[in-house]
């Protein structure tokens, strides 16, 4: 498959989902209600699914860019600084005391600093973050890749999804944070990534320090910010409202490739 492609049938998937979640989440909630609605997306989500994974080999690379073609500024996407007190108390010493923890389906549960996920085996990456909202902007991601950490835990065989919990509540009137969740073709792809450096700095906290992630063949609303737990799970009915994360609670597909 061409660049160009692959930029059409990302263009294409965008104006979709993007169309998609205007009808559901921005004023035609009686419509996005009935059965048949809901049935028919989850029909054209499983679809999608099932063929990405058939016609896409599992560690087909995303498109990467020269460094040229960098934007200028880099769109903030979701929140720009959790409000959560524990997570500011962490910023204030720039992160010393942070610890990723990860935990559920492994037969090592682990918790790691930054500088011991500094001194992983690192990936970097010059990507497009493309947002459901239609934007996108190039930016240089380096991190560790996301199979480092799975393989250092030792995944159990039952786990099927990795599920992340971050520090921002994206409703300012509830305590529902964030959280996102991959399968495992997508947790162990190459491209996916903890970043803590974008464009040759560490992370900032609108974009998601001390640790985002990165996951190159999704839409943007996959890549959470702030991460502060990794969980392996086999299935997601007892997380949020079983749907495998925040956005997808609340309409969103889960399955957001590209």
Known sequence: MTRNNIADRRSLLRQSIGAAATLLLGGCEPL????WVLRTLGIAEEVSLKSHRLLIPRDRLAPEFPATEISAQFKVNGSDSPDDERYQELAQ???????????????????????????MPARTQITRHDCVEGWSCIGK???????EVLERAKLKPEAKFIVFYCADALDAFSNHLYYESLDLVDAFHPQTILAYDMNDRPLSIPHGAPIRLRAERQLGYKMAKFVMRIEAVAAFDQIGQGKGGYWEDRGYDWYAGI
Request: hydrophobic share 40%; aromatic share 14%; glycine share 8%.
């Open 93 to 119: 010493s720039n992160f010393a005391d942070w610890r990723l923890i990860v935990d559920g389906l492994f037969g090592n549960p682990a918790e790691f600093s930054l500088p011991q996920l500094r001194e």
């Open 32 to 35: 996005s209600e009935k059965p």
């Open 141 to 147: 991601w380096k991190g560790v890749p996301l199979a």
